[in-house]
């Protein structure tokens, strides 16, 4: 009979319950991000359109108030300087540091103009190169080095990454002649009394491995090592492989896993999280492996994804209660993604649109829009003309070196911490 390990894992973290979907990177990136200023422009235009009229939305520039909902990061200044531009209205504030939307903004909003056009999401620092790049730092030119962007989701998974690249670093494959693939496993990835981490992290012995291996006398392979377990190798796991990653790593020499510890295959958690109604309060956590593991964007990517797919909802449903049923909301949410140009000596704003919602006065539910419904619209937009000169606004030109070196693309980006499997 195999053995689980999944009774150790705490209350809130089923891994047969129903997770909310997040959008997924390779859909939001088969487009290229916005210069800032182009998408506020190309957004004011929308809104003034028939377009918006057709929807049934009666919008008047007079009764609007601009609003945004970011991080308070000095890098994503240009946010406010291109809402300010285009309005000549400075935008009123609906975040807090690290990204998230603070529903207790929303009554005072809607009295300053009834008309509330949101622009918010997380942000992520970016360092270009051919290779698609790095996410997660950028220039500070105050300190004269590179740092954390954002430092918030930075700082919160810093110590997961560490836990997960230890484990994918130290859980070992192998495949002895004429014997069925093999995993070792250091023994707090298999019980996390054997952790003095703060941060667990547990392998699913269920999905991962198929039992445990018997100790034989005459075979080396099986003589258990101090400090790790050694089980079969989960068929599962195998089928997953492809060809030439089977080859790599099912060799009678030990092979590190590396990044194909994927989330199938771990779970992950803090337990010193601060909860709220039994779950963590930050609700990245929950997303924490998928994050960590992704194949298509890097952790510090994917988690500015998670968290504005995370706050967005939050602002949907706030602005759904009868209290609100009288305004009208229109939200733009995103991902905010920050250089800094030694050229103009500023921070530049690239923004990818995640979702729009049009939610207009008395009603509850708002009309939906996916990210390929807003660049089709956004890309029959001309951009609007600004209330005040982008360049006088600015300090610089239009930028559009920085838009020609975002190299990314799903899947293509710099992998210098990808794991060899040799060891």
């Known amino acids: 009979m195999n053995r689980t390990n999944r009774d150790w894992l705490p209350s809130y973290y089923k891994t047969d319950a129903l997770l909310p979907k997040i959008p997924e990177t390779r859909a939001l990136f088969s487009f290229r991000p916005y210069l800032i200023q182009d998408f506020i422009g190309k957004s004011i235009s929308f809104l003034e359109s028939d377009e918006l009229k057709g929807m049934g939305f009666k919008y008047d520039y007079r009764r609007v108030l601009p609003c945004r909902w970011k991080c308070s990061d000095e890098s994503l200044f240009g946010v406010d300087l291109a809402i300010y531009a285009y309005t000549k209205a400075y935008p009123f504030d609906k975040g807090r540091i690290g990204g998230y939307f603070n529903p207790d903004s929303l009554g005072a909003a809607v009295h300053h103009g009834s008309i509330n056009v949101d622009v918010g999401g997380s942000h992520v620092g970016y360092l270009p190169d051919n290779d698609g790049g790095t996410f997660g730092k950028v220039w500070r030119p105050a300190e004269r080095e590179f740092s954390a962007d954002c430092g918030h989701i930075m700082a919160v998974l810093a110590p997961f990454k560490r836990v997960y690249d230890d484990a994918c670093n130290n859980i070992l494959l192998l495949k002895p002649e004429s014997e069925r693939a093999l995993v070792s496993i250091p023994n707090e990835y298999v019980q996390p009394s054997w952790s003095s981490e703060q941060i667990k992290l547990l392998v699913d012995l269920d999905k991962l491995t198929d039992g445990e291996v018997d100790y034989k006398h005459d075979l080396l392979h099986t003589h258990t090592m101090i400090g790790r377990s050694l089980f079969y190798l989960h068929k599962q796991f195998q089928d997953g492989l492809d060809e030439v990653a089977a080859q790599k790593l099912c060799t009678p020499k030990p092979k590190r896993i590396g990044r194909h510890l994927t989330h199938r295959f771990f779970n992950i958690w803090d337990t010193r999280a601060e909860m709220k109604d039994g779950m963590p309060r930050l609700r990245l956590h929950l997303y924490m492996k998928f994050m960590l593991s992704a194949r298509n964007s890097p952790p510090a990517l994917k988690a500015a994804v998670t968290n504005t797919a995370i706050e967005h909802n939050r602002l949907a449903d706030a602005v759904r209660a009868n209290t609100f049923q009288n305004y009208d909301f229109i939200s733009f949410s995103g991902i905010f993604i920050d250089q800094y140009c030694k050229e103009a000596k500023s921070y530049v704003n690239l923004f990818q649109p995640m979702g729009m919602t049009i939610k207009p006065r008395g009603q509850t539910r708002e009309r939906e829009y996916s990210p390929d419904e807003i660049h089709d619209i956004l890309e029959r937009m001309p951009l609007a003309t600004p209330k005040m ?35």
């Open 389 to 423: 000169p982008l360049e006088g606004v600015f300090g610089y030109k239009r930028p559009q070196h920085i838009l020609d070196s975002f190299t990314f693309k799903p899947g293509v980006f710099n992998r210098k911490e990808d794991l060899s499997c040799e060891i």
